[in-house]
């Protein structure tokens, strides 16, 4: 699920051939002015950022506080250094340890960029950081279900990205924005109504633009290109209907980042959804390999996922005994990361209470098909078969 937090984000692309002497000049300018466009900058960090994205973070932030010496008055490292901890949060979103670091790293970013738009009201780089810190505010806060504070750090985000959109033929660093501006802009009245009066005092966006600019920066941005990859890969997922495009992007990023446990289980999953069970079991099967063997980042989120498609692996080739062991695992997983209102966790109830019933333990049965109806909510498909089966088999 997005939310109109998820706008914000670092931006960074490279910059194509300009066609005339003005826009060269004028390039020229934002190039010694903007530290995202900064190419000597981008190719000293390039193993700090990737390692950023690769969970190896004593290194990436050994690098972000180098950056933050030559540069104490910039918010690019300290933004970078917050990315780092939005990325210890990200594999289980759930669990709130970190939540007072990073809110107060995005602060430090939000206080660096307002110094910079007070001392030029024009500059597309401050308004840039400024919507990326409030944009994680707000998705940090949506999760939390602190909606008010969420919508705030919402509607700044939107605010901030409208200063900074256009020119993107001049300045493709900041193409993101305006990706995300018209993707989200169109996306959030449809989805969230509440909202509309907040969008309608913006211009008006077009998401299929917004999906080709995002295509454009993940292809060939330097400090965006893999946010843009992790926007583009849950909205092909879930909004979109494009699974193999959803799959190719994850393919793409577990195999550039093998470490990365979100990562990985994204590809699992799109392996899943796509039909190819089998490679999605030996996925599966490392990511609970690396959770036994407490690899950074690999956890009981990572793990409820796993279990699962072992799971049904293993009730398609009609195993019961160990489809019955991994849909058990997935629901200690669930208990573990405190999520049993997860689709998951619920058909794994469900699974596991038609073969109690198949077993002719009826108490079993029942009672995990209570258990269904206990945490799923009652528009939940999951606890319409859950009731439906009760029924139909006299529990």
Known sequence: MFSVASLGIAQGMQFPVAENSEALEKIGKEESTYLLLDKSLQFRITETVNALYNFEFEKAERGFLVMQYQYPEHPLPYFLMGLSTWWKIAPDVENKKMDDQFLNQMDVVIAKAKKMLDKDSGNKEAAFFLAGAYGFQGRLLSERKSWTKATFAGKNALKYLNLSRGEEELNPELLLGDALFNYFSVWIPENYPILKPVVALFPKGDKELGLRQLEDVAQNAFYARVEAQYFLFRLYASEEKQPYKA?????????????????????????????????????????????????????????????????????????????????????????????????????????????ANEDKDKVKAKEYFNQVKKYAKRKHPAHKEARDYIKKNKL
């Open 247 to 355: 799959l190719a992007i994850t393919d793409y990023l577990h195999a550039k980042f093998p470490n990365n446990p979100y990562f990985h289980r994204s590809y699992a999953r799109h392996l899943y959804t796509v039909g190819r069970i089998t490679e999605s079991k030996e996925q599966s099967e490392e990511i609970l390999q690396r959770i036994e063997a407490k690899w950074t980042g690999y956890e009981a989120n990572s793990g409820r996922y796993a279990a699962f498609y072992l799971a049904q692996f293993y009730d398609r080739i009609n195993d019961r005994a160990l489809a019955k062991k991994y849909y058990l695992q997935t629901l200690s997983y669930g208990e573990e990361s405190e999520s049993q209102e997860s689709g998951y966790y619920l058909y794994a109830l469900i699974a596991l209470g038609k073969m």
